[in-house]
C-alpha cells in the first residue's frame, strides 16, 4: 500500500470497492499507477465501454460461469476416483465452453470504441475457433448428450433394489433384476434375496462417492460404456482446457466492474464521479471537487459535503490554504488528492469535471499524533517522516502538506515552510499546503492564497468554501467558544 493511502483515506475508499468484488481481491490493482499517458487513457476508453450495461451483464455472467467452471475444475483435481474425477472435469469443460460461447455471440453484436474491448473481442472470436478446430467443443458437447440420454430406473422396497432402463418399467416386470450384482457390491450375501441392505452415507459428498453412488456406477457402466468413454475421453484428451488470457481477463476486469459499481453508489448518494481530462502538462483545474471518503462515512447522517472549484497556475504552484479551524482546509487538500489519484490511476474522479497533468506521484504528509514511546518529540518526527519526501530525486509529483512543524516556534516554522515549498517547487511539483501560519500564504508568481470562508452573522458559520483571497490575520475562535459552550461565563455556570 503506498504511503499516502492513509493520509487520503484511499485505504478506505478501496476496501469498499473490494467489498463490492465478491470473491475476487481487487485492492493489489490500486497500489501502482500505469506506467504510461497512453495506459490511463487506454483504462478511461475502457470504462467509457464498460458503461454499457449490456456490456457489463455480459461481462459478469462470463465471470460467473468462469468461477463455476473453475470451482469444478479444482474438484476434479482432488477427486481419487477416476471416475468422479472426469465427471467434474467434464461439468468444467462445459460450463467453460458456455462461458465462452455467450460471451462470443454478444461481443459479436456489439461496436466497441475501446482499444482494449476490441482486443477482447477479437480474441474471444479466435479462441472459439480454435476450441472448435480442435475438437474440444465437440468432444464436451457430445460426451454431454450422450450422458443426458442415458436414464435409469431404481425401486427401493422391502425385497431389494431394482434397477431398470426404463422410468415406465414397474418393479417386478421381466426387465433385469441387478439385486444380485449390486447386493455383491454392498457386500450383503446375494443367496438371500430378502436380506436388507444396510447402506451407510448414502447422500452424495462432494469429494468421497457414496456406497450406492459407487454402486450404481459400477453397474452403469456395464450396460452403457459409451457414455463413460466419453465422459473419460474429454479428461484424457484435453486436461487443461482454460485460456490463460482468460482467466487473466476474468481477474482484471473485476477492477473495473468493482470501481462502477462503486461509482453507481456514490451517486445514488448523490455525488458522481466522472472520466477526467488528462494532459501532459500544465493547466491544472477542477469544478465541483468534494471527499469521497466523507461522502461514504456521511452517508447515513443529515448533512451534505460541500464541492469546491480550484485552478493552478499553468507553471507548477503551490496553493497555501489558511483559514478557522474546522473550515474544511484539510478535506479540501485531500479530496484534490483523491481526485489526482483517481486521474493518474485511469479512474473517473470525485469532480463534475477535472483537467489534470500526469504526475509521476503522489507525496504526502499530514499531521499525525506524537508517539510517546520515540522519545524524540513530534517536530523531529515530522522531520522524519518528510525526510524520504525531500530526498525523492524524481521531480512532477503532487504534493499535499498539512499542518507541517506546529510544534515549532512561528518563525522557525514560516523558514522551514518556505524552504519546503521552494525545495518542490524547483522539482516542478505542484502542491497543497494547509497551515494556520498567514505569512506562508503571501502570494508570488508560484504560490496562491485559499482562505477557508465564514458566513457572516453572530455565529461565523464556516461554508468549506475556499476562496482565491488574501490571508486573513484571524481564525474565528470566537465562534467555536460559543458553539461548544466554552466561554468565560459557559464554564463559571457548569461550575455552579
Known amino acids: 500500500m503506498p504511503p499516502f493511502f492513509q493520509d487520503l483515506q484511499l ?23 500505469p506506467s504510461s ?6 483504462r478511461q476508453q475502457v470504462f467509457k465501454d464498460l ?21 469444478s475444475y ?3 483435481l482432488e477427486c481419487v476416483d477416476n471416475t468422479r474425477a472426469a465427471g467434474y472435469h467434464l461439468e468444467a469443460a462445459l460450463l467453460y465452453w458456455e462461458a465462452l460461447e455467450g460471451f462470443g455471440q454478444y461481443l459479436d453484436g456489439f461496436t466497441p470504441v475501446s482499444c482494449g ?7 474471444v472470436s479466435k479462441h472459439i475457433a480454435e476450441c472448435t478446430e480442435s475438437g474440444f467443443s465437440r468432444a464436451a458437447t457430445g460426451a454431454r448428450e450422450i450422458f443426458s440420454q442415458m436414464r435409469f430406473y431404481m425401486a427401493v422396497n422391502g425385497s431389494g433394489i431394482t434397477i431398470t432402463g426404463r422410468e415406465d418399467t414397474e418393479p417386478g416386470s421381466t426387465e433385469k433384476n441387478y439385486l444380485a450384482d449390486l447386493a455383491v457390491l454392498l457386500g450383503a450375501d446375494s443367496s438371500n434375496i430378502e436380506e436388507t441392505v444396510t447402506l451407510r452415507d448414502i447422500f452424495p459428498n462432494v469429494m468421497e462417492t457414496s456406497y450406492l453412488e459407487n454402486a450404481l456406477i459400477k453397474l452403469l457402466k456395464r450396460s452403457s460404456p459409451e457414455v463413460f468413454s466419453g465422459i473419460e475421453g474429454v479428461y484424457k484428451n484435453y486436461p487443461d482446457f482454460y485460456s490463460k488470457e482468460l482467466l487473466r481477463f476474468e481477474e482484471e476486469v473485476q477492477f473495473y466492474l468493482g470501481f462502477l459499481s462503486f461509482r453507481d453508489r456514490t451517486v445514488l448518494h448523490g455525488y458522481n464521479l466522472n472520466i477526467p481530462d488528462v494532459i501532459s502538462n500544465g493547466n491544472f483545474s477542477g469544478n465541483g471537487i468534494y471527499d469521497i471518503a466523507l461522502v461514504w462515512k456521511g452517508a447515513d447522517r443529515d448533512y451534505k459535503v460541500v464541492p469546491n472549484d480550484f485552478s ?3 507553471e507548477p504552484s503551490f496553493f497555501v490554504v489558511t ?11 485531500r479530496s484534490i488528492g483523491q481526485a489526482v489519484y483517481f486521474l493518474i490511476m485511469g479512474l473517473p474522479a470525485n469532480a463534475l469535471s477535472l483537467t489534470v497533468p500526469l504526475f509521476k506521484g503522489i507525496l504526502t504528509h499530514f499531521e ?23 530526498k525523492q530525486d524524481n521531480g512532477y509529483q503532487f504534493v499535499i502538506l498539512n499542518e507541517l512543524f506546529t510544534t515549532a516556534t512561528t518563525n522557525d516554522a514560516l523558514v522551514m515552510g518556505r524552504e519546503v515549498m521552494e525545495h518542490f517547487l524547483e522539482r516542478d511539483c505542484y502542491g497543497i499546503y494547509v497551515t494556520h501560519i498567514q505569512e506562508l500564504a503571501e502570494e508570488t508568481d508560484r504560490i496562491i492564497s485559499l482562505v477557508a470562508q465564514a458566513g457572516d452573522g453572530k455565529d461565523r458559520v464556516r461554508t468549506h468554501k475556499m476562496v482565491h483571497m488574501e490571508a486573513q490575520g484571524y481564525g474565528y475562535p470566537e465562534s467555536l467558544v460559543r458553539k461548544f459552550g466554552l466561554s468565560y461565563k459557559d464554564i463559571l455556570r457548569r461550575l455552579g
Do not use: W
Open 11 to 33: 485505504d478506505y475508499i478501496t476496501g469498499i470497492i473490494d467489498n463490492l468484488t465478491g470473491d475476487y481481491q481487487t485492492s493489489q490493482y490500486y497500489y501502482t499507477f
Open 37 to 42: 499517458l497512453e495506459l490511463v487513457k487506454y
Open 51 to 71: 458503461e454499457d450495461k449490456d456490456l457489463q451483464q455480459a461481462v459478469k455472467s462470463f465471470c460467473v460461469k468462469m468461477q463455476e467452471s473453475r470451482h
Open 74 to 76: 479444482l474438484l476434479s
Open 117 to 123: 474491448i476490441g482486443s477482447l473481442k477479437e480474441y
Open 312 to 314: 493552478f497556475n499553468k
Open 323 to 333: 483559514g478557522p479551524n474546522q473550515g474544511g482546509k484539510t478535506t479540501f487538500a
Open 368 to 390: 499525525a499524533e506524537e508517539k510517546i514511546q520515540s522519545n524524540s518529540g513530534k517536530l523531529k518526527e515530522e522531520i522524519d517522516r518528510l525526510a524520504p519526501m525531500i
